[in-house]
C-alpha cells in the first residue's frame, strides 16, 4: 500500500481524531447511535427525539432517562473514551466506523509498540481546483506554530501580516488566519486564492508555503465528503 494511503496513530492521537471528528461536521446521530454501546460497553444506548436532540438511556436497575443534543452526545461519548482503558483492539474498531476506512493494529515505525494504522484512500485522489475548500470552509483556526515558524524563517512578512498571535495566561500560543493587515478583521474566503482560469480552475498564490493544513486537505475520503470537496477517485481504487 503507498504510504500516502494509510496514517499511523497512537492510541491517544487516534482519540485525538476522533474528537475532532466529532466537532468538525454536522449531526453524525446515526454514527453516535451506533457507537454507544460500543464506547460504554453496552450499558448505555440512544434514540432520536428531534433532528439536533436526542435521548440517552443508561441500563441498569436504576435505569436513566437523559435528554440531550447531538453535539453533547458526542462530547459524552469522547468524555467515556478518554476516561476508560479500552484495548487497542476496540479503539482500532472505532476508528473504522468514524472515519469509514480500514483500521489495524500493526507495529509503530519509531518504536516498535503496536498501535493503530489508519486507510486513507487519498493516494488516488485529484484536486480539481475547484477552489471550493479555499472559498467557503471555515480554516481561520488552521494554522499551526510549525506553519508560523517557517514563515519567519523565510522572511515572509506578506504572509505574517495575515495572521493574528494569540497569547494566554497560561503561554500557550495560539494562531488565526487570514487577517486583513492593520486590522484584524478576518478574510470571508481565503485572500492568496488567484481568480479562476478560462476552465474555472483556482490556484494558490502562496503554494509552495501555504499552511499544512491546506497541504493535506482533505485528509480522507470521509474528510472530503462531509466538507463538499469536489475532488475525485480512481475509479478503479473505489
Not at 441498569?60 to 469522547?78: A, T
Not at 478576518?186 to 476552465?199: I, R
Not at 480552475?201 to 499544512?212: F, G, S, T
Request: glycine content about 4%; overall charge positive.
Amino acid at each position: 500500500m503507498d504510504e500516502k494511503e494509510k496514517i499511523f496513530l497512537t492510541q491517544r492521537q487516534a482519540i485525538d481524531a476522533i474528537q475532532i471528528d466529532f466537532k468538525q461536521y454536522g449531526s453524525q446521530f446515526d454514527l453516535f447511535q451506533e457507537l454507544c454501546p460500543i464506547i460504554t460497553d453496552n450499558k448505555s444506548f440512544v434514540t432520536k427525539k428531534s433532528h439536533n436532540s436526542c435521548v440517552l438511556i443508561t441500563r441498569g436497575r436504576k435505569s436513566k432517562m437523559r435528554q440531550m443534543h447531538v453535539r453533547e452526545l458526542g462530547d459524552y461519548l469522547i468524555q467515556i473514551l478518554r476516561d476508560k482503558s479500552n484495548p487497542l483492539s476496540v479503539i482500532s474498531h472505532i476508528c473504522s466506523k468514524v472515519f469509514q476506512a480500514k483500521s489495524w493494529i500493526a507495529p509503530n515505525p519509531v518504536n516498535g509498540t503496536m498501535d493503530i494504522w489508519l486507510e486513507t484512500e487519498m493516494a488516488h485522489f485529484k484536486c480539481r481546483q475547484c477552489g471550493n475548500c479555499c472559498r467557503h470552509l471555515k480554516y481561520h483556526n488552521d494554522c499551526s506554530e510549525e506553519d508560523y515558524i517557517r514563515w519567519e524563517a523565510l522572511g515572509r512578512k506578506d504572509i505574517l501580516e495575515k495572521v493574528i498571535v494569540i497569547e494566554s495566561d497560561n503561554e500557550n500560543i495560539r494562531y488565526k488566519i487570514w487577517k486583513e493587515p492593520g486590522s484584524n478583521r478576518l478574510y470571508p474566503k481565503c485572500p492568496w486564492l488567484k481568480p479562476p482560469d478560462l476552465k474555472n480552475r483556482y490556484a494558490c498564490r502562496i503554494q509552495d508555503v501555504k499552511p499544512e493544513y491546506c497541504r493535506q486537505y482533505p485528509l480522507t475520503r470521509k474528510h472530503a465528503m462531509m466538507t463538499g470537496c469536489m475532488g475525485s477517485f480512481d475509479e478503479q481504487y473505489l
